[in-house]
């Protein structure tokens, strides 16, 4: 059966890093959750430099996930890719599999307080 989709200049840039990957490595499957191993941390590193550079402005505040997707939605150069920017995957007491590699380092920009609530670093 053929679909058709249109990719975001973000995806296809991910399908081309990760297209040459080695198949071991790609993938992880648990609990019916596929988990990747290197794509996701790509993607997520992709968007740090800029993210942190909005979010030093609301420095020292906490803000809520919606509160954080927001300013992301109002930057022109984040706003295409919110779907791939996750507060989490930039934690500095919380990290993901796939996420940033600023995640649990000083090169944090969040420290999770609680569920959906962080401390902007």
């Known amino acids: 059966v053929a679909?058709?989709?249109?990719l975001s200049l973000c995806e296809l840039s991910l399908w081309n890093e990760?297209?040459?990957?080695?198949?071991?490595?790609?993938m992880t499957y648990?609990?019916?959750i596929v988990e990747t191993t290197l794509?996701?941390?790509?993607?997520?590193?992709?968007?740090?430099?800029?993210?942190?550079?909005?979010?030093?402005?609301?420095?020292?505040?906490?803000?809520?996930?919606a509160e954080i997707i927001g300013?992301?939605?109002?930057?022109?150069?984040?706003n295409r890719d919110t779907q791939w920017i996750l507060p989490s995957d930039h934690c500095i007491n919380s990290k993901n599999k796939?996420?940033?590699?600023?995640?649990s380092s000083s090169?944090?920009?969040?420290?999770?307080?609680?569920r959906g609530k962080y401390l902007v670093l």
Not at 41 to 59: G, P, W, Y
Not at 71 to 78: A, V
Request: aromatic share 8%; proline share 3%.
């Open 3 to 6: 679909w058709e989709k249109t």
């Open 18 to 26: 990760y297209k040459n990957v080695p198949a071991e490595t790609k």
């Open 30 to 32: 648990n609990s019916n």
């Open 39 to 65: 794509g996701w941390s790509r993607l997520a590193t992709k968007f740090h430099d800029r993210l942190s550079e909005i979010m030093s402005q609301k420095k020292n505040r906490i803000l809520s996930s």
């Open 71 to 78: 300013i992301i939605n109002g930057d022109p150069e984040l």
């Open 98 to 103: 796939g996420s940033c590699r600023c995640a």
């Open 107 to 114: 090169k944090a920009i969040f420290k999770k307080i609680d």
